[in-house]
C-alpha cells in the first residue's frame, strides 16, 4: 500500500515522550477561534459588506462558508488530529506529498513574517493612546493649525490630509521619507522597539508550547468579544449611527450576481486554511475528539463575529460621517486605513477618547497574537517533529524557539523601515494568495486522490468524513474557481499589477484533475 495513506501514527523517536495534548477541550476550541479570528474580520469583512450590497453580501458568504469554508477545515482539522504529526511528518505516509507540508512552512513563514508588523503598529498606537490628549486628535496642540483651517495637504497631489492620516504615514510609517523599494531608508528605531516587543511576547507565551499558549487564550481570545460587545452598545447610543448601520446592511439586490469572488475570498482566507496553523493544533487533540463538532462550532464562530464586528465598526464611523457632515461613504475604509486611519479619528471624537482608544488597540493587539499563535504552532510542530530530540531536553526546545523569534525579528527590521510599507504589501500579496491555493488543492489530492473518498469513509478512524462524501463533486470546482477568483480580488487591490488566471482555466483545471482521478481510482483501489 504505498500509495495509501495510513492516519495511524507510526513509531518515531517523538514517542519516547509522549506527545503533549491540550489541557481540555476549550483550550483547543478558543486557540483555534483565536486563531480564526483575526484583524480581518474587523478591518476587511464590515467593508467588504458594505462595498457588495450590505445584506444580499451574506447569501453567497454562506453559501461559499457551507461549499467550501467547512469541508476543507474539517479536512484540515481531521488530517492532523488522526495523524497526530505536525505539516510536514503527517505525509510520512506519503513520502510523495512531502512537500505539502514544506509548502505550509514556507507560507507560515512569510506570514509570520510580516503579520508581527501589524502587531507592532498596533503596540505604538497603543502606547500613544495613553496621551492626552491623542496624539492624531484635533485637540493636540501639534493638529490645532491643521483642524483649526483645514488645509492640510499633499503639496504634490494637492489633497487635504486629516491628522490621523499625518499621524499614520509620517510619524509611524514614515513612507513619506521613502524613495520605494529599492531604497526603503532607515530604520525606524520606535517601531523597531515595539516589533521587538512583539516578539518576546510571542516567545514567552509559546515557551512552553501548547501548556502554555494554551492558558493564554482563555484571555485573548474573549477579550476581543468583550470589547466588541461595549462597543456596539456605545456606539448604539450615538448620533448618526443608525445611518452607519444602514450602510452597512441596507440590501442592494442587483449586486447579487457579482459579489461571489469577495465572499470566497473572505471565506477561504479568513478560515487560515493551509498555512498549516489548523492542522499543527489539531494534531494535539486526543484521537477520538469530536472534529466534526469543532468544525461547526469554530467556522459558525468566526463568520458570526465578522457579522457582529461590522456593527462595532460602522455605528462609530455613522456617528463621525454625521458630525462631519458627510457621507457614511467617505470615512469607510478596509485593511490598515480603517484600524489605523478611520476608525482612530472617529475614536477621537468621542468624550473618553483614551479610554476607547486604548480598548480598541488592546482588541487589535489580542486578535494579532491569537493568529500569531497558530501560525508559529504551525512552523514549531513542523520542526520539532522532524527533528524529534529538540523535544527530549526543554532548554534545546527553548533555545529553537528563542532563535526562531530572533531571525524572524532581525527579518522583520526591513518591514519597518521608511519604505517597510511597500515591502510589507508585497510580501502580502504574493506570498500567500496563489500559493495557498496551490497548497490547499495538493491537500484535496492527497486525501481524496491518492488515500480515496471510499477508503477514508469506510475507514474506522476516519468515519466521520462520511459526511463530507456528499460535497466532494460540487466542492472541488467550488473550490478551484473560488480560489482563482480570491487570488484575483486579493491581488487586484495590491500596490502593483499582478498576473491572474482566467475563469476558463479553473474550469478545465478541475475536469483534468476529475479524469484523472476516475482513471486513476481502480490502479490505486488495486494498492491498497
Request: net charge neutral; with cysteine.
Amino acid at each position: 500500500p504505498l500509495l495509501c495513506l495510513n492516519f495511524l501514527p507510526a513509531p518515531t523517536p517523538t514517542q519516547i515522550i509522549p506527545r503533549e495534548q491540550w489541557g481540555g477541550k476549550y483550550e483547543f476550541l478558543l486557540s483555534c477561534i483565536g486563531y480564526c479570528v483575526g484583524l480581518g474580520n474587523v478591518w476587511r469583512f464590515p467593508y467588504l459588506c458594505y462595498r457588495n450590497g450590505g445584506g444580499v453580501f451574506l447569501i453567497p458568504y454562506f453559501i461559499m462558508l457551507f461549499f467550501t469554508g467547512v469541508p476543507l477545515f474539517l479536512m484540515e482539522l481531521s488530517l492532523g488530529q488522526y495523524g497526530a504529526a505536525g505539516p510536514i511528518t503527517v505525509w510520512k505516509c506519503c513520502p510523495l506529498l512531502k512537500g505539502i507540508g514544506i509548502g505550509m512552512l514556507c507560507v507560515s513563514t512569510l506570514v509570520c513574517l510580516y503579520y508581527n508588523v501589524i502587531i507592532a503598529w498596533t503596540f505604538y498606537y497603543l502606547g500613544s493612546s495613553f496621551q492626552s490628549p491623542l496624539p492624531w486628535s484635533c485637540d493636540a496642540i501639534a493638529n490645532a493649525g491643521l483642524c483649526g483651517n483645514g488645509t492640510t495637504g499633499n503639496s504634490s497631489t494637492g489633497k487635504l490630509l486629516s491628522p490621523t492620516e499625518i499621524f499614520w504615514n509620517e510619524r509611524v510609517l514614515g513612507v513619506v521619507h521613502s524613495e520605494g523599494l529599492h531604497n526603503p531608508g532607515p530604520v525606524r528605531w520606535p517601531l523597531a522597539l515595539c516589533l521587538l516587543a512583539a516578539w518576546i511576547v510571542i516567545f514567552l507565551c509559546m515557551l512552553k508550547g501548547i501548556r502554555s499558549s494554551g492558558k493564554v487564550v482563555y484571555v485573548t481570545a474573549t477579550f476581543p468579544y468583550f470589547v466588541l460587545v461595549v462597543l456596539v452598545i456605545r456606539g448604539a447610543t450615538l448620533e448618526g449611527s443608525l445611518q452607519g448601520i444602514a450602510f452597512y446592511l441596507t440590501p442592494d439586490w442587483g449586486r447579487l450576481a457579482n459579489v461571489w469572488n469577495d465572499a470566497a475570498s473572505q471565506i477561504f482566507y479568513s478560515l487560515g486554511i493551509g498555512v498549516g496553523g489548523l492542522l499543527s493544533m489539531a494534531s494535539y487533540n486526543k484521537f477520538d475528539n469530536n472534529v466534526i463538532r469543532d468544525t461547526l462550532i469554530i467556522t459558525t464562530g468566526n463568520c458570526s463575529t465578522s457579522f457582529f464586528a461590522g456593527f462595532a465598526i460602522f455605528s462609530i464611523l455613522g456617528h463621525m460621517a454625521w458630525k462631519k457632515g458627510v457621507p457614511v461613504a467617505e470615512v469607510a475604509d478596509t485593511g490598515p486605513g480603517l484600524a489605523f486611519v478611520a476608525y482612530p479619528e472617529a475614536l477621537a471624537l468621542l468624550p473618553g477618547s483614551m479610554f476607547w482608544s486604548i480598548m480598541f488597540f488592546l482588541m487589535l493587539f489580542m486578535l494579532g497574537i491569537d493568529t500569531l499563535f497558530g501560525n508559529m504552532e504551525g512552523i514549531t510542530t513542523a520542526v520539532l517533529d522532524e527533528f524529534p530530540h529538540l523535544r527530549l531536553n526543554p532548554l534545546h526546545k527553548a533555545m529553537f524557539l528563542g532563535a526562531l523569534c530572533f531571525c524572524f525579528y532581525l527579518m522583520g527590521l526591513l518591514l519597518v523601515t521608511d519604505g517597510g510599507i511597500y515591502w510589507f504589501t508585497l510580501i502580502d500579496s504574493f506570498s500567500t494568495s496563489f500559493g495557498l491555493i496551490i497548497i490547499t488543492l495538493f491537500m484535496c489530492i492527497g486525501i481524496s486522490f491518492f488515500y480515496g473518498s471510499p477508503s477514508h469513509t469506510l475507514h474506522p478512524h476516519m468515519k466521520p468524513l462520511s459526511i463530507t462524501s456528499f460535497l466532494d463533486p460540487p466542492c472541488g470546482e467550488v473550490y478551484i474557481k473560488s480560489s482563482v477568483y480570491s487570488t484575483n480580488t486579493k491581488m487586484s487591490n495590491s500596490f502593483f499589477a499582478m498576473p491572474c488566471c482566467p475563469d476558463d482555466l479553473a474550469c478545465s483545471l478541475y475536469a483534468f484533475l476529475m479524469n484523472c482521478s476516475f482513471r486513476s481510482q481502480p490502479v490505486l483501489s488495486g494498492h491498497s
